[in-house]
């Protein structure tokens, strides 16, 4: 059998190849910055492709696209904004309904958007965000007595990511804290003149590649997620592998399971910031907590098996 796999998202699709049986033949098509790549060149080869499966990462052009070259069986992997945001655009709700109808398969990585996937396919289900066991898996919290390190991981995005709430949260704790962030979003100059409100001291760092945030977290007592709409996204998930207490809100009715909490104000967010970084039994187990559910749910060796029962039963 071989796989087509085309386009990626936050690594999910490559850290799915990564641990799909070895005799599984695996082509993975994925777009370079040029003009051409993001244009024809990639239509050109999805159409030169040849597989027996095909997963499509985003509803968008490249799943319709496959679809239009009649590539079959075609399994359309939905990963929260195309569904969230552009369902609502006419621009490409157009589109990605006709993906959704086309496709032989839908999985959704957040259980938030399944039901606008069901309303075009009665295949659509959950399939969990996976993380690499051998880039993220626990270490040691840094013993720090002079501050503690707090790694605020998500861009700088306040509508959808709420950091602005999150440095709100941390400038109301006293005890000397060492924020760590990228300096990148669309909200990085906003942010920025906000810590200097705040009088906050953080040091804005330029982005690292993925095989390297662990280091990041590692080195953190603390990481904060989002604060915004309410998914689970990788970097709280890589983070939990990595055996840090992570803050990050969700919309607990979707992820009942999970170990992290709905966010609903500053003031709780700033207890809980104080609460994980103080408190050692609490911290502890936190940590306990989180490693156990995202080992279980989030495994990338695990989800690689489900995969490929869901590859096998297409082709049946």
Known sequence: MKLVMINDCAFVGATLLKYLPEDLEKQHI???????????GIALKILKSKGDIFHV??????????????????????????LRDQLKKKKWSWMIKNNLKKCNKIIVAQPTILDQALEFNDTAEYFPIPYDPEIFFPKPIPENNESKNVFLASSHNF???????LLEAVACISEPIKIKSFASGKDLKDA????RKLNLKIDFIQNVPHNRMNKLYWESNLVLGSSGIGQLD????????????????????????CPIEQLVSIDQTSQLI????????????RIKNQLSYVESTHQATILSKKLFKIYNELKK
């Not at 994925?30 to 024809?40: E, L, Q, Y």
């Not at 939990?240 to 919309?251: F, Y």
């Not at 104080?274 to 502890?284: E, W």
């Open 159 to 165: 509508k959808n990511k709420g950091t602005d709430k």
């Open 192 to 195: 920025k003149n906000l810590a």
């Open 30 to 40: 994925i777009r370079s910055r040029s003009f051409w790549d993001k244009t024809s």
């Open 234 to 257: 990788t970097i709280a998930i890589e983070a939990m592998a990595c055996g840090r207490p992570v803050i990050h809100s969700i919309l607990k009715k979707y992820f009942p399971e």
């Open 57 to 82: 990462n985003y509803l968008l052009q490249d799943c319709y696209l496959a679809s239009k070259f009649g590539k079959k069986p075609l399994i359309g992997h939905a990963h929260g904004s195309d």
């Open 274 to 285: 104080y609460k994980l970084l103080f408190d050692k039994k609490d911290r502890k187990q």
